[in-house]
Nanobody, 123 residues
């Protein structure tokens, strides 16, 4: 079965950057679309970014377009989320997710989740 392990979270000041990583194991990574979601305290989990199995297509929430960038390395079984120009409203637990059937854009197709990593942005 698929296992996902996130890393790279932490605390940063507004305007700073962080890069999250998600290590994938258990199945053939290159057959899965991957995504990042986040959940702020008291709010529902929301889609942040997704990427197709090949890496050719990437999708972003409007709130992060132009600031966050998703990428993947199929040789290393890893997906990344580069987060720039961070804002306090980006504070949340960030989750990596895998989708065998989707192209990375449909939230409903993600069915395997990591444990999450905390990102805190201070003003």
């Amino acid at each position: 079965q698929v296992q996902l392990v996130e890393s790279g979270g932490g605390s940063v000041q507004a305007g700073g950057s962080l890069r999250l990583s998600c290590a994938f194991s258990g199945r053939t990574f290159s057959t899965y679309a991957m995504g990042w979601f986040r959940q702020a305290s008291g709010k529902e989990r929301e889609f942040v970014a997704g990427i197709s199995w090949s890496g050719s297509n990437a999708f972003y929430a409007d709130s992060v377009k132009g600031r966050f960038f998703i990428s993947r390395n199929n040789a290393r079984n890893t997906v990344y989320l580069q987060m720039n120009s961070l804002k306090p409203e980006d504070t949340a637990v960030y989750y990596c997710a895998a989708s065998l059937w989707g192209n990375g854009s449909q939230r409903s197709t993600f069915d395997t989740w990591g444990q999450g990593t905390q990102v805190t942005v201070s003003s």
